[in-house]
């Protein structure tokens, strides 16, 4: 079974909660890397620890979510074998998945609600890669590609 981890920072954790529920509709064993409460914390934390558990191949795919998804996203790509994509709207989602086969899925619990969340990671965990030229273009610039 394909898994998934997800963490945020303290202004993505009400919809990190919301969206956790909704996962179990999707054939991935998923983890809550936390964190587990509204409590300050660093968005950097739990971007690398999400990163790092996606470029070791730990997990297939992770979801981060802060306040914008901004910063989440900019640690993430940090990252040769994170393709992290900032989705707050349901075409990116979509295309992220297939053009640009991104593993890790990052929103902003400021700016979305849970309703267009849910269709956003709908659409991201159910959309297949498309191959092809865009599999050249992606070898053009990551170290390693660790599709499904
Ligand atoms: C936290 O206040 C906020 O800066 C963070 O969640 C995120 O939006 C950063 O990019």
Redesign the pocket.
């Known amino acids: 079974m394909p898994s998934l981890i997800i963490g945020s920072?303290h202004?993505?954790f009400s919809l990190k909660e919301a969206i956790k529920p909704f996962l179990s509709e999707f054939n991935y064993e998923t983890n809550d890397l936390g964190p587990h409460n509204e409590e300050s914390v660093d968005?950097p934390d739990f971007a690398q620890k999400v990163s790092r558990l996606v470029a070791d191949g730990e997990y297939n795919r992770g979801i981060l979510i802060?306040?914008?998804g901004?910063?989440?996203s900019m640690v993430a790509n940090r990252y040769p074998e994170v393709r992290a994509a900032l989705c707050n709207d349901l075409f990116s989602a979509i295309m992220c998945r297939r053009h640009n086969d991104a593993n890790i899925l990052v929103m902003?619990g400021r700016v979305i609600g849970i309703e267009l969340a849910k269709e956003i990671v709908r659409a991201w965990i159910t959309t297949p890669f498309e191959g092809g030229r865009h599999s050249d273009r992606l070898d053009k610039f990551c170290n390693c590609r660790n599709s499904e």
């Open positions: 920072d202004a993505g968005y802060c306040g914008t901004i910063g989440m902003g």
